[in-house]
Each structure stands twice: as C-alpha cells, then as structure tokens.
C-alpha cells in the first residue's frame, strides 16, 4: 500500500518526504504515519494537513504526466511527456494548444524522445496508445473548458502496463484571478 499525506502547501509530495511506497501491513503503516506527522511538524511556518491517503500499490509501468496550464498569451495548453520525477529530469515533453482530437494526442505523444517506451520495452508490454490518446485528449477538452477555473492541473504519473492506466497523483490550481 501506499500512505501520501494531503496537504495543500505540499504540491512535491516525493520531494517533501511525505510519501511512503511499498508498505506491506499496519505496522508500516503507522511508522510511516508517525513519519509523516513528524516531518510536517518540523517545518516552518508548518503545512495545512488535510489528511492522509491510502493507495494500493501499482504495479510498475511506464509512468507519464499528462496536465495543462493556462498561458497569458497562448491561452490553454495540453502537455504530455515522462512522468514521476523524470519530467523534471529529463524534460522530455510535448505541448500543444488545447484542445485536442485523439489522433492529434497521438501525434503529441510521438514527439516524446521516450516515444519508444509506450510501445513495449525490456519485458515491458506496450502501452494501449488509443486509451492513453484518448485520457490527453479528455484532460485538454478539461483545460480548455475550466481555464477560468483552472490555472493548471497534471497527472503525474500516470502508470501505464499495456491496456491498464491508473492515475495515482494530480495536482489542480485553482485560477489566481477567481
């Protein structure tokens, strides 16, 4: 399983340490718990706890982000590229205009250097490219139909294993101007 503290103040939950993957019983769960609070606490000013979330694990995959933003001067964006921490790391992305049909989400997804990654790869099966088109397609009709709500959103990672995609994180801001 898998303990994530929910915090508005924390957008980087890996990078806050307020995470904890591959838990195995309550045990573990309560140490993680414990480690949470800790950690929260020995911030200054400390962050708004919410709660926490549990998660069952999933199995691993290709991981991508897909999310939006609103650009002062281009209006609503669609971006796609390696998810987890490996789109800051590698910065392997793609962007678009929102919105945008499924078959131009194809296009999108092959100007990604890791392009080769959703077609299978080292016992990995490839990815269900029509599904995983159609959820870039959806999140850009979300951008551009909130982006007076919304000033960006992202799922990041998406964990994609053959026709199996399963969000396990997002992030939403809420539009500064509202």
């Not at 911030?43 to 694990?57: F, H, K, T, Y």
Request: aromatic share 4%; with cysteine.
């Amino acid at each position: 399983m898998v303990l994530k503290a929910l915090s508005r103040d924390l957008l980087h939950k890996t990078e806050e340490g307020v995470i904890y993957l591959n838990l195995k019983n309550e045990e573990e769960a309560g140490a993680a718990h414990d480690a949470i609070i800790e950690r929260i606490a020995a911030r200054s000013p400390a962050p708004r706890l919410d709660g926490m979330l549990v998660q069952r694990m999933v199995a691993p995959g290709v991981e991508i982000v897909v999310g939006g933003r609103v650009d002062p001067q281009f209006g609503p964006l669609v971006v796609v590229g390696l998810g987890g921490v490996l789109v800051e790391v590698l910065n392997d992305t793609a962007l678009a205009p929102a919105p945008i049909a499924p078959y131009e989400a194809g296009a999108l997804l092959r100007e990604l250097r890791a392009f080769r990654l959703l077609q299978g790869y080292r016992g990995l099966p490839g990815v269900d490219l029509a599904l995983l088109c159609d959820i870039v397609s959806r999140a850009s009709e979300f951008i551009a139909d909130q982006c007076q709500l919304v000033s960006e959103f992202d799922l990041n990672p998406l964990i994609c294993t053959g026709s199996k995609i399963t969000a396990v994180d997002a992030l939403i801001v809420r539009a500064a101007w509202i």
